[in-house]
């Protein structure tokens, strides 16, 4: 039904807006390095703390992502005005200025056969939150598997469907990563032989040389074929399998709205 399509959506605190960040920042550690960031972030952490943990980016780049990732558009100069100068300015004058412009989405509680269902309303809101980022919920049930949504969707999902309970949402895994590097490397090593391979081959009248390059295509065909049978790339959070034990997740701490 469109009904159970709708985004709910309320305006922003700037104590939400510092959460969300706190959980991108574990969730970034957890994604890339496996381990829990050593210091979590506050309103007092300099923009210049705050920026080595997002890749360098400067104050410009920096403002301009977060307008795409909060829906809002301030002008680069009132960025400018919370991210500079980085060594005095704190993460929340940038959490303020967020919190007078941005809404999130929120969870409508809705009643199912006269009596509020948490879960099932978490449920809606996810499927909503999915079907705005692009995706065919036609087919999505509780027990659906959130593999493979989880990889074709997952900015939705370490975003939107994350900051319904910001620091519930258990760190990502990339599932067959290895074969992944795996076949990464090997099509490399092929690309960077290959002219030497052909050089020698053709100076020295043998094909022997063109078994190197020949070699590593074999191993990446390997890899393709291998990641095929296990379904491609995967990104799995937790414990997490179904739709539903997603939204009991989120249900059990995100906001409510009746």
């Not at 409508?108 to 909503?128: D, V, W, Y």
């Not at 999505?140 to 999902?157: C, K």
């Not at 990339?174 to 690309?191: E, F, K, P, V």
């Not at 995967?234 to 939204?247: A, I, M």
Request: glycine residues 6%; aromatic residues 12%; contains cysteine.
């Amino acid at each position: 039904m469109d009904g159970d399509m709708l985004i709910l959506t309320e305006p922003v605190t700037a104590e939400y807006v510092l959460s969300v960040f706190q959980d991108q920042h574990r969730q970034i550690f957890l994604l890339e390095h496996d381990m829990l960031p050593r210091e979590e972030l506050t309103m007092e952490t300099t923009v210049e703390e705050w920026q080595y943990q997002c890749d360098y980016l400067e104050w410009r780049p920096l403002g301009r992502a977060w307008n795409d990732a909060w829906g809002i558009d301030l002008a680069d100069e009132e960025w400018r005005a919370v991210l500079t100068p980085k060594r005095k300015k704190t993460l929340g004058g940038v959490c303020e200025l967020i919190a007078q412009h941005a809404s999130a989405p929120v969870i409508r509680e809705e009643t199912f056969f006269g009596k509020p269902c948490r879960p099932a309303s978490a449920f809606l809101t996810i499927r909503a939150l999915l079907k705005e980022a692009g995706a065919d919920v036609s087919k999505i049930a509780p027990s659906t598997p959130l593999i493979p949504y989880t990889n074709q969707f997952a900015d939705t999902f370490r975003w939107s469907i994350a900051n319904l309970a910001p620091g519930v949402m258990p760190g990502a895994k990339i599932m067959n990563w290895d074969h992944y590097r795996g076949a990464d490397i090997s099509l490399l090593w092929m690309t960077g032989t290959l002219p030497f391979a052909l050089m020698f081959s053709l100076g020295s009248r043998s094909l022997w040389p063109l078994l190197f390059p020949g070699g590593f295509l074999l191993l990446f065909l390997l890899f393709r074929v291998e990641l095929h049978r296990r379904g491609g790339r995967q990104l799995q959070f937790g414990n997490l399998r179904t739709f539903r034990d997603l939204s009991e997740l989120i249900a059990a701490r995100a906001v409510f709205r009746s």
